[in-house]
Every structure is written in C-alpha cells, then in structure tokens.
C-alpha cells in the first residue's frame, strides 16, 4: 500500500490550491485520511481529517479557508485550500489509517508535496 500525493506548488497569496493523494495497492479497508503539513524548523501538525463517514476536523488555523474530501469508490483524499497565506508554505503530507487485512492495522504516510505561498 502507498499513498500518491499531488498538486503542490508555488502560490501568490489569496490564490487557491488542490492537493489529492490516492490509496495505491490492496487494502482491506481504508478508516480515517487526513492532511498534515511541515514547514522548516516547525514540527508537523494537523491540517485536516476526515472519517469513512466524512465527519471532518480541522486545524484552527485553516477552518473557513480549506476543505477536506474523500471519495471512497476511488480510495482518495483531497484538500482545497483558497484563500491561502504565506505562513501555509509547507511540506503537506497525506496520511491513512489502513487495515491492510481485518486484523492488521497501520498508519500509512505520502512522500509529501511542497506549497509555497508568496507575499
């Protein structure tokens, strides 16, 4: 199982991105997906999650600004961001909570992609 992100780039501010990551290879059930992001020096930290069921969370920080999809016919996970502001510039990595068979359980990770929000 890996998990294929894309859709990172350089932004203006104000302006609007789409970033999607697809669940590639056998999984028996995909439970919550979710975004983070890491910007230099900083720790990583919560941007959005969403259940099997869609209930949603989001960072204080982008609530109002992004939103977070799934469409589980097609095992992906998308992030719209508008509105979006230099300090966003980050490393935006999907994350998956997978059973790769009924009893076995593991939290999957992108390789990351890079948004960049210019002033």
């Known amino acids: 199982v890996q998990l294929v992100e894309s859709g990172g780039d350089l932004v203006q501010a104000g302006g609007s991105l789409r970033l999607s990551c697809a669940v590639s290879?056998?999984?028996?059930?995909?439970?919550?997906m979710g975004w983070y992001r890491q910007a230099p020096g900083k720790q990583r930290e919560l941007v959005a999650t969403?259940?099997?069921?869609?209930?949603?969370n989001y960072a204080d920080s982008v609530k109002g600004r992004f939103t977070i999809s799934r469409d589980n016919t097609k095992n992906t996970v998308v992030l719209q961001m508008n509105s979006l502001k230099p300090e966003d510039t980050a490393v935006y990595y999907c994350?998956?909570?997978?059973?790769?068979?009924?009893?076995?359980?593991?939290?999957?990770w992108g390789q990351g992609t890079q948004v960049t929000v210019s002033s």
């Open positions: 290879g056998i999984a028996f059930r995909i439970n919550t």
């Open positions: 969403i259940t099997v069921s869609g209930t949603t």
């Open positions: 994350n998956a909570d997978i059973n790769e068979r009924p009893l076995t359980r593991n939290d999957y």
